[in-house]
């Protein structure tokens, strides 16, 4: 059974940082891409970054520069580093990844971050 599960959020100040982390299970993660996406209240979600199997990332144009994704495959865990977090960062993060015929398995229970003062 494919699980994903996040971790790491919590409140911080705008300007402020964060790691998030996802643990993988139930798929060979070596081979797969992963992806963070986010979903804001009211909001459709959406996908922030990527990171293929060989390393390398993609980014959505309102994180790049701010926001790193890195993973290993040891411990099967994604990683999205973030800072100079803004209130507009808040929503509920979550990772996955899309199996053979392009869909995605079923969600994590996400991890919220809140950026406020």
């Known amino acids: 059974q494919v699980q994903f599960v996040e971790s790491g959020g919590g409140l911080v100040q705008p300007g402020g940082s964060l790691r998030l982390e996802c643990a993988a299970s139930?798929?060979?993660?070596?081979?797969?891409?992963m992806d963070w996406y986010r979903q804001a209240p009211g909001n459709q979600r959406e996908l922030i970054a990527s990171?293929?199997?060989?390393?390398?990332?993609t980014y959505a144009d309102f994180v790049k520069g701010r926001f790193t994704i890195s993973r290993d495959n040891v411990w099967s865990t994604v990683y999205l580093q973030m800072s100079s977090l803004k209130p507009e960062d808040t929503a509920v993060y979550y990772c996955?990844?899309?199996?053979?015929?392009?869909?995605?398995?079923?969600w994590g229970r996400g991890t919220q971050v809140t950026v406020s003062s």
């Open positions: 996955n990844t899309r199996k053979t015929g392009g869909s995605l398995f079923p």
């Open positions: 139930g798929i060979p993660f070596t081979f797969y891409a």
């Open positions: 990171i293929r199997s060989d390393g390398t990332t």
